[in-house]
């Protein structure tokens, strides 16, 4: 069974202090995604990594970055957290291997910015 | 660009009822839909792929190309299927986008 791990499932941040979430795979999954999860807005993707080193803009980078050295590890960075990045962040993985396969996601990481 | 929308926040149904969640998407490609959903302090999981044509818990979902819909359907809503709903696609940039999603509660 894919297990995809966030390392916090809470989080308490000030604001302007740099914020790392760690999420690992252990399927050799290609494909890694961070979501964050907003009460009427839904599921709405800030980076994706098509590959390990590769990685590409979702609809909100804005205030966020990633790194991808490893497969197994897609990492986000709120390079200076504000307020208004307090949210569920979604981790997701899944393989490109033989077709398109659908997400495994994490368990969430909540965090909340003061 | 792709875009996913779920018009229905939310969407209260009695027990038995028939439930139907829609979905519309903007996609210029091919795409492939999906549906996932989310129970009380569950992650999310898949619940179906079109590209399946199967029914998981009862639940079917068609996609209609001309409309650009793929809306989720149910005969008999159980108290159970009350979740967060979410609609999603997959394009062939590998970039997968979701909507906004729909609240269902079913009612005893």
């Known amino acids: 069974d894919v297990k995809v791990t966030q390392s916090s499932r809470y989080l308490v941040k000030r604001t302007g202090e740099k914020v790392f979430l760690e999420c690992v795979q252990d399927?050799?999954?290609?494909?890694m995604f961070w979501y964050r999860q907003d009460p009427g807005l839904g599921l709405r993707l800030i980076y994706f990594?098509?590959?390990?080193?590769?990685?590409e803009k979702g609809d909100i980078p804005e205030g966020y970055s990633v790194s991808r050295e490893k497969k197994e590890r897609f990492s986000l960075i709120l390079e200076s957290a504000s307020t208004n990045q307090t949210s569920m962040y979604l981790c997701?993985?899944?393989?490109?291997?033989?077709?398109?396969?659908?997400?495994?996601f994490g368990n969430g990481t909540r965090l909340t910015v003061t | 660009a792709q875009r996913v929308t779920q018009p229905e926040k939310l969407l209260s149904v009695f027990k038995g009822a028939p439930v139907e969640l829609k979905c519309n998407y903007s996609?210029?490609?091919?795409?492939?839909l999906f549906w996932y959903v989310q129970y009380s302090r569950q992650r999310l999981q898949l619940l179906l792929r079109?590209?399946s044509r199967e029914s998981i818990k009862g639940f079917t979902a068609d996609l209609n190309k001309g409309e650009t819909s793929f809306h989720l359907k149910k005969p008999f809503a159980q108290e159970e299927d009350s979740a967060m709903y979410y609609c999603?696609?997959?394009?062939?940039?590998?970039?997968?986008?979701f909507g906004a999603g729909t609240t269902v509660t079913v009612r005893a």
């Open positions: 997701a993985s899944r393989s490109t291997n033989g077709g398109v396969s659908p997400l495994h």
């Open positions: 399927m050799d999954h290609e494909n």
């Open positions: 990594s098509y590959d390990v080193k590769m990685k």
């Open positions: 996609y210029s490609g091919s795409p492939e």
């Open positions: 079109h590209i």
């Open positions: 999603a696609l997959s394009g062939s940039d590998y970039k997968l986008s």
